[in-house]
């Protein structure tokens, strides 16, 4: 039943885009726009294969709003929404592509895996203003293929930064705007140098009050790159970092303290801040064989270093080796503060082998990496108690260790066995090992230290067909169909209980099997744990579509149907730690459509239009609650997936110098948690948003003739909306911004 389902499905997809067809055919003629062209890696489709992805080009970075950081500038394409929990634009932010959150979407920089070995996670708030050193992105939605050595569900986002000019230039950038935003960037090119050398360098600050109350951030970072051409290679150097101090807002406010304050933040305490950086050091080397065979070699080095702090009342004296330091009754409450702490260490490899033959491309390659983490947390002060009074003035109540090993290996097959018709071929291997540790630290002793160690083994086909039509209705037809496999490992946080981590004392991750490791004098040293109960998921991901592109209009069409097995999901909460609280549920359907459409009006107006909707529901899911008890959720929508998203802008080049846009976003239902009840929903909401660029010498500066002017107000109409959010007792939402802007000023030298 479910594969007749699933045909009518995508039966009723390609009828839709034949009818979008017959529609483009009564539609006026003039000129395309030229846009740039975006740069081909092996990461990535290139123009003749349409997939289900979007090209954001340099050009259109080049009109982006620089207060927003990179998640939020991909709101205008199908299937993707973002969102900051300071409720205005920097700070901790996140990206959805499908619904899918980012531990299930990928990002690679220049080829290179950007996700958290350990969390799966990424942490846009360490790379501080990054859109300023990217050349273009591809998104990639649903499977993409292998060659990142991503597992992505939700799909992929592919980064590539500036190419280094052939000519000495910079640029200084001056931004303001609500909430406190700051903004002060400079960058430098040197141009062609003796001997195929060249090198750029970026500085950037900026920061921000937040719009929700102590959400404040101050972010700085820098980039340089260095390159060197022969004519049979490429050798480039990239170094790129930055410090980030952010004020919590991870938690959701209440509904009920929302309607007093819609600044309201539930972490009151002054100094709760996340002081974190992050560099990544990359080498890469293109080595071009023949003019069939290229050889690429990318080798990463990333280290992270920093912490969080916290107040903690009522906590169990035992639980922070109170008991030891201070002499307490294991049982009594304090309050204290308290920091955790983490190093990570991760080096890799990206070889990859391409050749160009009469009938396409050929990819092989792999990579591999090694991963680090020392997890550890003190007590900074006790109420009561002055620094004086602690025995050890190092207050060291946890550590833990996380060690990954990761390889994958892949094929990857473009043959054209026709004219216009191309078949693709995607076989990946992926191995991946994880060890845990807790160290003996404090009153983590015995049985109540864990270890364990767990390895999968996954097997990631992909196939597709590519169809170049030709001519049709006056432009240019494709269509495309695909099928392909994927697997996610569940991440660390992940394999312990709803509210409990590693950091907490006594408590066992979820494990169905265990035994006590000994010391030589036959204590307990600490307990090994296997088999895990909270497996590995698993996706099969169907997708048909359909694009035309005309001489004024270009669209695409697609649809998918996404087959879960063990999908795992989001209850509709968060731990201490803001982390989402998941668990695998035993069948899940994800359904949807995607529109992308550019439109030329005449030579002043162009319209953008970026649309989804989606079915995201359990078919299987039998929810055991926190008190025990059974539910069924099986037909139920899935918690925080927006039901749809819609991205409408209309841009006028009013002269050389003048331009504008305005864009009107809609999102869909978000359920806040797996009940399907209407009452536990976030609302949809629409708001509206005003952009003006002016170059200052065609306004009657004409000794500024390299600076350009912007001025951007968003959510002009003020509307009171939600971005995500969870259930726990009450509904609770983190709030966005109201009506706010940015200015600035970017000059040229």
Not at 394 to 404: A, L, N, R
Not at 455 to 470: E, S
């Amino acid at each position: 039943m479910q594969i007749i389902t699933r045909s009518l499905f995508l039966i009723v997809l390609f009828l839709a885009a034949t009818t979008s067809c017959v529609w483009a055919e009564d539609a006026p003629v003039s000129p395309p726009t030229e846009t740039e062209e975006i740069v081909v890696t092996a990461s990535r489709y290139d123009d003749t294969v349409h997939l289900n992805q979007t090209n954001v080009t340099a050009e259109d970075l080049e009109f982006r709003e620089p207060d927003l950081p990179m998640p939020l500038l991909l709101q205008d394409v199908p299937g993707v929404f973002a969102y900051s929990d300071a409720g205005s634009n920097l700070g901790y932010t996140y990206v959805k592509i499908r619904g899918f959150d980012q531990r299930r979407v990928g990002v690679l920089i220049n080829g290179i895996p950007f996700n958290d070995p350990e969390d799966h996670n990424l942490w846009w708030v360490n790379m501080p203003d990054l859109a300023s050193s990217t050349q273009d992105i591809q998104i990639q939605r649903g499977v993409s293929n292998s060659m990142g050595g991503m597992t992505a569900m939700g799909g992929t986002i592919n980064i590539i930064t500036k190419r280094l000019a052939e000519k000495e230039q910079g640029r200084a950038s001056l931004g303001a705007g609500s909430y406190g935003f700051n903004r002060q960037m400079i960058s430098y090119e040197t141009g062609e140098l003796k001997g195929g050398f060249r090198s750029s360098l970026r500085l950037s600050r900026q920061s921000s009050d937040g719009y929700r109350q102590r959400t404040g951030v101050d972010q700085w970072g820098v980039f340089w790159s260095g390159e060197h051409q022969s004519e049979r290679s490429t050798t480039r150097i990239n170094i790129f970092t930055g410090r980030e101090v952010t004020h919590h807002g991870w938690n959701a406010s209440p509904e009920s303290e929302l309607e007093n304050d819609r600044t309201h933040n539930p972490e009151t305490y002054h100094n709760a801040v996340d002081d974190f950086q992050q560099p990544h050091y990359e080498l890469h080397n293109d080595l071009f064989l023949s003019s069939r065979w290229t050889l690429k070699n990318s080798i990463y080095y990333v280290q992270g270093e920093g912490y969080y702090e916290n107040f903690k009342d009522g906590e169990t004296a035992e639980d922070y080796a109170l008991d030891q330091y201070l002499g307490l009754d294991p049982n009594e409450e304090v309050d204290l503060v308290r920091r955790k702490y983490v190093r990570k260490d991760q080096v890799g490899w990206v070889p990859r082998v391409i050749f160009e033959h009469d009938k396409g491309r050929f990819t092989m390659g792999g990579d591999t990496y090694k991963f680090h983490s020392n997890h550890w947390g003190d007590v900074m002060n006790v109420a009561g108690y002055s620094p004086a009074d602690f025995i050890d003035p190092e207050v060291k109540y946890h550590e833990y260790t996380g060690d990954k090993k990761a390889y994958s290996l892949y094929a990857n097959e473009r043959y054209e066995i026709v004219n216009g018709l191309t078949l693709m071929g995607d076989l990946q291997y992926q191995h991946k090992e994880y060890d845990f540790l807790q160290r003996e630290v404090g009153n983590f002793v015995g049985e109540n230290r864990n270890g364990y160690t767990v390895d999968y083994g996954f097997f990631n086909p992909k196939g597709g067909v590519h169809w170049q039509a030709g001519q049709v209705a006056g432009g240019q037809m494709a269509m495309y169909g695909s099928v392909g496999v994927n697997h996610r490992e569940p991440t660390d946080n992940e394999l312990f209980d709803t509210w409990d981590g590693a950091d907490d004392l006594g408590k066992d991750p979820l494990f169905n099997n265990s035994r006590q490791v000994m010391k030589s004098d036959g204590t307990v040293d600490y307990v090994e744990w296997w088999d895990p109960q909270v497996t590995e998921e698993k996706v099969v991901d169907y997708e048909l579509g359909f694009s035309w592109a005309g001489s004024f209009l270009s669209f695409s069409l697609g649809g998918y149907w996404m087959d879960f097995t063990n999908e795992i999901v989001p209850y509709g909460g968060v731990n201490e730690d803001g982390y989402g609280i998941r668990g695998n549920a035993e069948s899940t359907l994800h359904r949807g459509f995607e529109l992308g459409l550019r439109a030329k009006i005449n030579n002043e107006n162009s319209l953008a239009v970026a649309a989804s909707r989606s079915w995201d529901e359990y078919d299987v899911f039998d929810f055991y609650d926190w008190d025990g008890s059974l539910s069924d959720f099986s037909g139920n929508p899935i918690a925080l997936f927006p039901e749809h998203l819609l991205s409408v802008s209309w841009q006028t080049q009013w002269n050389p110098g003048v331009r504008t846009q305005i864009r009107v976003r809609n999102v869909g239902k978000q359920y806040l948690d797996n009940t399907g009840d209407e009452e536990r929903i976030i609302d949809p909401w629409t708001t509206l948003d005003f952009s003006l660029w002016f170059d200052l010498d065609q306004i009657g500066l004409e000794a500024l003739t390299a600076a350009q002017a912007f001025i951007h107000v968003r959510n002009i109409g003020d509307v009171e909306y939600e971005t995500t959010g969870y259930y726990n007792s009450e509904n609770n939402y983190i709030p966005a911004a109201g009506r706010n802007f940015a200015v600035g000023l970017d000059y040229d030298f």
